[in-house]
């Protein structure tokens, strides 16, 4: 799987829109790009993923660039309880079977009152 | 559904002993991961299932290490014998087969072993 590059902490403040970027230069074509968080204590939590195109659901927004090289997750409005550790994985779009999640080190996002 | 459900929440035993950790995936899910988190490693793969398959267990660390999924609803990691450095969160994670899948975690077993 390809290596993703994301800084190691992030402040925002609560009720703006916070923006995680990723780096995958190396990602191949097919490869998806997964998000994750994991709260204090708690097993991670999916958040999102996609492939080339730009994907929205209930949590957050994924904005991948053209060339696939690097991409966004954008939190709208973010609140405390979005403080986290946010992880950007690329997973190998493989046959039939699943395959498990190669985590780094992720990034500290803490969100300010 | 309940979401993963991982037995016990907390295990403190001492070295040398048998410590075995629980795990019941989601209902219909075909895909069981083993994951462990310390401070110095972060969160590794240790081994999954397809199928109640095992797949890959590159990332046991040692031959103390076994996992097992008898069924499509429970599997088991067991460390024997336990030792000091073994201390870490270990999550058991499920999802459908197939790599556009999400996985969704259990809330882990914090295993101390003194």
């Known amino acids: 799987d390809a290596k993703t590059t994301q800084p190691t902490s992030m402040d925002c403040a609560e009720g703006r829109a916070a923006n995680l970027p990723c780096n995958h230069s190396?990602?191949?074509?097919?490869?998806?790009v997964y998000w994750y968080r994991q709260i204090h204590s708690q097993g991670p939590q999916y958040i999102i993923h996609?492939?080339?195109n730009n994907e929205t659901n209930e949590m957050a927004s994924l904005i991948i660039t053209e060339d696939r090289k690097s991409s966004t997750l954008i939190l709208p409005h973010a609140t405390l309880r979005d403080t986290a550790v946010y992880y950007c994985?690329?997973?190998?779009?493989?046959?039939?079977?699943?395959?498990?999640?190669?985590f780094g080190k992720g990034t500290h996002l803490i969100i300010q009152p | 559904d309940a979401g993963v459900i991982q037995s016990p929440r907390h295990e403190v035993t001492e070295m040398g002993q048998e410590v075995t950790l629980r795990c019941k995936p989601i209902?219909?899910?075909?895909?069981l991961f083993w994951y462990r988190q310390t401070m110095m490693r972060g969160l590794e793969l240790l081994i999954y299932?397809?199928?109640?398959?095992?797949?890959?267990d590159s990332g046991m660390p040692e031959d103390r290490f076994s996992a097992k999924m008898p069924n499509a609803s429970f599997s088991t990691l067991k460390i024997q014998p336990s030792e000091p450095r073994d201390s870490a969160v270990y999550f058991c994670?499920?999802?459908?087969?197939?790599?556009?899948?999400?996985?969704?975690f259990g809330q882990g077993t914090r295993l101390t072993v003194v």
């Open positions: 190396t990602i191949s074509g097919n490869e998806y």
């Open positions: 209902s219909g899910h075909n895909s």
């Open positions: 994985i690329v997973r190998v779009a493989t046959g039939g079977g699943a395959d498990g999640l190669t």
């Open positions: 299932f397809n199928n109640n398959v095992p797949i890959d």
């Open positions: 994670a499920s999802s459908f087969q197939g790599p556009n899948t999400e996985a969704f």
């Open positions: 996609g492939l080339k």
